[in-house]
Nanobody
Framework: VQLQASGGGLVQAGGSLRLSCAASDRAFSSYIMGWFRQAPGKERQFVAAINWSGESTWYSDSMKGRFTISRDNTKNTGYLEMNGLRPEDTAVYYC????????????????WGQGTQVTVSS
């Protein structure tokens, strides 16, 4: 499965962005989808994940209440709605798919997109 992340850009603090993750294969609907981010000089960190049906979601504590993950399996596409953006949210955001047991562990993810840059100015 190939993933294409898009929707990043430059936004002022307090602004919003909606990231998309388009998958090349209908198998997308079988996977947990996650979003991770990596800021310069830092390790990649978990942002959010959603199960195959969309009924279960998981968030990093710092994103809870500001970010919303969703998916549309009919379009083989996932989304990350980001509101109340802060300069510390600046990072490259990656979408990924996994069939593992934990949505939080980077190592459990099998497929990764190329990343999309999000820059939040103060």
């Amino acid at each position: 499965v190939q993933l294409q992340a898009s929707g990043g850009g430059l936004v002022q603090a307090g602004g919003s962005l909606r990231l998309s993750c388009a998958a090349s294969d209908r198998a997308f609907s079988s996977y947990i989808m996650g979003w991770f981010r990596q800021a310069p000089g830092k390790e990649r960190q978990f942002v959010a994940a959603i199960n195959w049906s969309g009924e279960s979601t998981w968030y990093s504590d710092s994103m809870k209440g500001r970010f919303t993950i969703s998916r549309d399996n009919t379009k083989n596409t996932g989304y990350l709605e980001m509101n109340g953006l802060r300069p510390e949210d600046t990072a490259v955001y990656y979408c990924a798919l996994e069939t593992g047991s934990s949505p939080f562990l980077e190592a459990d993810y099998d497929y990764w997109g190329q990343g999309t840059q999000v820059t939040v100015s103060s």
